[in-house]
Every structure is written in C-alpha cells, then in structure tokens.
Nanobody, 115 residues
Framework: QVQVVESGGGLVQPGGSLRLSCATSINISSINIIGWNRQAPGKQREVVALITSRGHTTYEDSVRGRFTVSRDNAKNTVYLEMSRLSPQDTAVYYC?????????WGQGTQVTVSS
C-alpha cells in the first residue's frame, strides 16, 4: 500500500511563509514525478509545482518566485516552501506521486492566508 501524507498547513497572515511536507512510503529516488497541487473552494484542482527524479522543477505562473519545491531522498520527503503568501493562496494543498505508471495522492493539508 502506497502512502502519501501531507503536513505543515495552517493559518498564516498575508506576506507570511509556510513549509509543507509530503512524506511517502516509497523510496522517492525511484519516483519519476512528485507534484504539489491545490484546490480552492469552488475552483478546480491545479498543479502548482513539480519535481522530477533528477531534481528538475516547474512552477505554475502565479507561484513562480514565491514557492520552492525540493526533495530530501534520505527522508523520503518532498517540501514546498511558500513565501509572500496572499489570500489567493488559500486552498487545500495535495501531494501526488507518479510511480510505476500510477498516481497516488495524499489527503491534503489546509492552508489559509488571512489577517
């Protein structure tokens, strides 16, 4: 059973920072792509950041320069560092992994940006 678990969400003021973590039961060095996604109320889920097994990263336009995705293979964990947060970043953030041709998702972690 593949497990994907996000953590690190919470309430933060506009302009603040958070770091999300995505822990998996898989050796992440064997995972082709790991992604961070978010879904705001009433909106479709969108991909915000991806990282490949070789460490290549891509970002959605609205988060580029503010969010950084990284991986720690020793801890089987991927991180999403978020800075200069705005209320528009409020959403449930999900991690997904693409491994052996299948997608596996976590349960999500809520990020709320509000004063």
């Amino acid at each position: 059973q593949v497990q994907v678990v996000e953590s690190g969400g919470g309430l933060v003021q506009p302009g603040g920072s958070l770091r999300l973590s995505c822990a998996t039961s898989i050796n992440i060095s064997s995972i082709n792509i790991i992604g961070w996604n978010r879904q705001a109320p009433g909106k479709q889920r969108e991909v915000v950041a991806l990282i490949t097994s070789r460490g290549h990263t891509t970002y959605e336009d609205s988060v580029r320069g503010r969010f950084t995705v990284s991986r720690d293979n020793a801890k089987n964990t991927v991180y999403l560092e978020m800075s200069r947060l705005s209320p528009q970043d409020t959403a449930v953030y999900y991690c997904h992994v693409l491994w052996t041709g299948k997608y596996y998702w976590g349960q999500g972690t809520q990020v709320t940006v509000s004063s």
